[in-house]
C-alpha cells in the first residue's frame, strides 16, 4: 500500500505512522485529468437537459427570471454557469433587467462587495442586479409548508419570477445525503424559522444520513418545498475529490440531481472493509468556519465506537467566541450524556447556540453527537489550542504529536486514512 498522506493546502501531505500500527485503507482517489473545460461540460449540459426540455422553450423574452446561486462555501464554477445561462437568455431575447441574481445564503452570512466582485466580476456586477438573501426579510413569501405545518416563506425576488433556475455543486452531504438540486431554494433562499424547524427536526432522523437518498425525511422535505415553490430548473455542477468538476448536469430540479448524484457516487465512492481502531481525516475541500467539522461524519462511519479520530483542518473562517462558549457550557452540563442531551435539544427545536446561525448549531450538534462515540484530536495551524480544547476536542499540533497522544492506548492500531474528508462516501 502506498505511504499514507492527506490533502493540506491544496498539495498532497505525507507522514509515517508509527511503526506498529496497521494501515486498513488509504482512501485516496485515482489522479485523472480534466477531460474536458468546464465551459465545455457546462453548455454540453444545457443542450441535453435530462427531465427538461432545453431553456429556450421554457423561457420567453417576456418572462422576470430569478438566478439562485450557492455561496462561496464551495468552489463550483459559478461564474462561468452563470455567464452560460446568461448567454442562453440573451440568445431568447430576455432583456438584462428582467434578470436577477440572488445568492442563496440560507442562513449563512453574505457576501461582502469584494467577494461579490472576485466572485462574479466587475462586468456582471455591474450589468445585472445581484441580490443577497436574508432569511430575516420582513418581506419573504409564503411558498409551501413543512409536515410539521409550518409555512415556509421565501425570497420576494424568487416568488415574483416567472422562471426560477438553481446553480449548484453535488457532493456528499451529511443530512441531505448529497447537495445540489432542490437545496439552493430551500434552505438556500428560505426563512430562518423554517430552516431552523427543518434542520432541528431531521438532522438526527432515521434516514437521515451522508449519501442517503432513500427514506431520508430531511431531504424529502427538500424537494417537496423547492416543488411547492417552482423551482424550474437547475445546472449541478458535480464535484471530483479535488473538488475540480467532473461533470455537469441540468434540467428538471430532481431528476437532474438524481443523474447526477450517481455520477458523484462513481467518483466520490470508497470501500472500507472494516471500522478501524483510529481515523485520519481532512476537512479538505470545508474551510469556511463551523463548515470544518463535516468530515467528521464520514469518519465516524469508518470508526469503532470508542474509537479515535484524527481531524486534520485549515480554517480560513472564523469560529466566533460565542460559538465555543456554545461547546464548552454545553460539555460542562452534559458530559457523558452528549448524544441523548443533542437529540433533547433537536426533538425540542432548542438551539444550543441561542444566537447562531443554522449552520453553527448543526456544527454544534453534530460534533458534539460524535464526541460521545468517540475521542477526537484537532491537528491545526489555524485554530488554537485554547479554542479547540474548549470545544471538547484533544489538541496536537503535528501527526507526530497526535499519534503520541494515542499509541499509549493503542499500541497496535488498525487506522484508516481518508486524504479528502469533505468529498468521501464511505463504503463499508
Known amino acids: 500500500m502506498s505511504k499514507p498522506f492527506i490533502i493540506h493546502r491544496g498539495s498532497k501531505l505525507f507522514f509515517d505512522l508509527p511503526s506498529e500500527w496497521s494501515l486498513l485503507t488509504l482512501a ?77 445564503l440560507g442562513t449563512h452570512r453574505g457576501l461582502s462587495p469584494q467577494e461579490m466582485e472576485a466572485t462574479f466580476g466587475r462586468s456582471l456586477l455591474a450589468t445585472y442586479e445581484f441580490i443577497n438573501h436574508d432569511c430575516r426579510a420582513s418581506d419573504l413569501v409564503p411558498a409551501g409548508k413543512l409536515l410539521t405545518g409550518r409555512t415556509v416563506r421565501i425570497n420576494r425576488k424568487v416568488a415574483a419570477a416567472a422562471f426560477r433556475i438553481g446553480i449548484g455543486s453535488i457532493f456528499p452531504h451529511p443530512m441531505n445525503g448529497f447537495g445540489g438540486g432542490g437545496k439552493i431554494l430551500f434552505p438556500g433562499v428560505a426563512d430562518f424559522e423554517s430552516i431552523k424547524e427543518h434542520h432541528f427536526r431531521y438532522t438526527f432522523h432515521e434516514g437521515t444520513g451522508l449519501g442517503k437518498i432513500k427514506a431520508n425525511r430531511f431531504y424529502d422535505q427538500v424537494c417537496a418545498v423547492a416543488r411547492s415553490a417552482k423551482l424550474n430548473y437547475v445546472v449541478n455542477s458535480i464535484m471530483d475529490q479535488s473538488d475540480r468538476v467532473a461533470a455537469v448536469v441540468a434540467g428538471h430540479p430532481v431528476e437532474a440531481h438524481l443523474a447526477g448524484i450517481d455520477k458523484s457516487r462513481a467518483i466520490v465512492s470508497r470501500r472500507f472493509d472494516k471500522r478501524a481502531d483510529i481515523t485520519i481525516i481532512t476537512s479538505f475541500p470545508y474551510t469556511e468556519g463551523p463548515q470544518i467539522v ?135
Open 294 to 428: 463535516k468530515p467528521l461524519v464520514p469518519a465516524s462511519m469508518v470508526t469503532k465506537e470508542g474509537g479515535f479520530i484524527i481531524l486534520s483542518a485549515e480554517c480560513s473562517g472564523n469560529l466566533p467566541d460565542p460559538f465555543i462558549q456554545a461547546f464548552e457550557r454545553f460539555h460542562a452540563g452534559h458530559e457523558g450524556n452528549l448524544h441523548a442531551a443533542v437529540l433533547e435539544h433537536f426533538e425540542n427545536n432548542r438551539p444550543i447556540m441561542k444566537e447562531g446561525a443554522i449552520d453553527f448549531n448543526m456544527a454544534l450538534g453534530l460534533t458534539l453527537a460524535l464526541q460521545h462515540r468517540h475521542r477526537i484530536v484537532l491537528v491545526s495551524e489555524d485554530v488554537p489550542r485554547d479554542k479547540a480544547q474548549k470545544m471538547g476536542f484533544l489538541y496536537a499540533e503535528t501527526f507526530g504529536h497526535a499519534f503520541d497522544l494515542i499509541t499509549a492506548e493503542h499500541p497496535r492500531a488498525e487506522v484508516h486514512v481518508i486524504p479528502s474528508g469533505g468529498v468521501v462516501l464511505p463504503v463499508i
Open 28 to 104: 485516496a482517489f485515482d489522479e485523472l485529468p480534466q477531460q474536458e473545460e468546464p465551459l465545455e461540460m457546462i453548455q454540453e449540459a444545457l443542450r441535453y437537459p435530462v427531465g427538461s426540455p432545453p431553456l429556450k422553450e421554457c423561457v420567453s423574452s417576456s418572462d422576470e427570471v430569478a438566478i439562485l446561486v450557492e455561496d462561496i462555501t464551495r468552489a463550483s464554477p459559478k461564474k462561468l454557469v452563470l455567464e452560460a445561462l446568461l448567454a442562453e437568455f440573451k440568445s431568447i431575447g430576455l432583456s438584462e433587467d428582467r434578470i436577477s441574481v440572488i445568492i442563496a
